[in-house]
């Protein structure tokens, strides 16, 4: 079943979604903010390092959007010398951004060409559901076309994700409030191994709440750029 594309548009230079009226990234640097709070936010580089080579890693994320936090995961797992034996990456979004669309915006980010193109040649067609990507040997990437409270139900819990960590990058709570419920914060926990962080920009106390509910331990940080507060957790 084929599903409605992001509907982008360009607000004083930023990308943004014309559904959601939200921009994708922070004004004061999309690459540095989404290092910040989800690859340092998650410590994955500090995790990576002690982790056995027979281990996996799971990664999983609400609101794919451009693809950052998935390429920038890959460029860093791919710099790590030691590091566990594959890399799972799931990721969720309704909205997906056009192909085309796709290569406009990674064009501003050439330093992640490697990583784009390889992720680009693969890329799915839009059609709802989960689309399974070969990276590279160590890599995987599940990525879910449409509502993700309604994907993760279609995940059987004898094949639970496992996460170990969370990227809630969905549009802000009062844009897009579907991916900020208790409801689906339960499924996220439900979803995550003993231990699993998850980090978000948003530092609203309704998220924070529902969270803890969830069975995370949250705390503030300071936030990225213009941003005051961040959220990261545990489970």
């Not at 040649?121 to 879910?144: E, V």
């Not at 979803?191 to 699993?196: E, N, R, W």
């Amino acid at each position: 079943m084929k599903i409605n594309n992001a509907k982008l548009s360009w607000l004083n230079s930023h990308l943004s979604s014309a559904t959601f009226n939200d921009i994708y990234h922070s004004s004061s640097g999309a690459i540095k903010e989404s290092l910040y709070l989800f690859i340092q936010g998650n410590i994955l580089v500090e995790r990576w390092n002690v982790a056995n080579q027979s281990d996996r890693f799971s990664v999983a994320e609400l609101g794919f959007g451009t693809g950052l936090n998935f390429l920038l995961t890959l460029k860093t797992w791919k710099e790590q010398i030691k590091k566990p034996g594959r890399l799972f990456y799931t990721a969720f979004e309704k909205y997906p951004i056009t192909k085309t669309d796709l290569i406009t915006i990674y064009k501003k980010w050439p330093h992640l060409s490697e990583e784009s193109n390889a992720f680009l040649k693969i890329y799915p067609d839009h059609t709802a559901g989960c689309h399974r990507l070969l990276i590279d040997n160590d890599i995987t990437l599940d990525l879910h076309f449409g509502c993700a409270s309604k994907s993760i139900d279609c995940i059987k819990a004898g094949s639970q994700l496992g996460a170990n960590s969370w990227f809630l990058d969905g549009f802000s709570p009062d844009r897009n409030p579907d991916l900020w419920t208790f409801e689906l914060f339960k499924k996220l926990a439900f979803h995550s191994a003993p231990g699993c962080t998850l980090s978000t920009y948003t530092s609203a106390g309704s998220v924070a709440r529902k969270l803890r509910a969830a069975g995370f331990r949250i705390k503030k940080i300071s936030g990225f750029g213009k941003k005051r507060h961040s959220l990261v957790g545990i489970l």
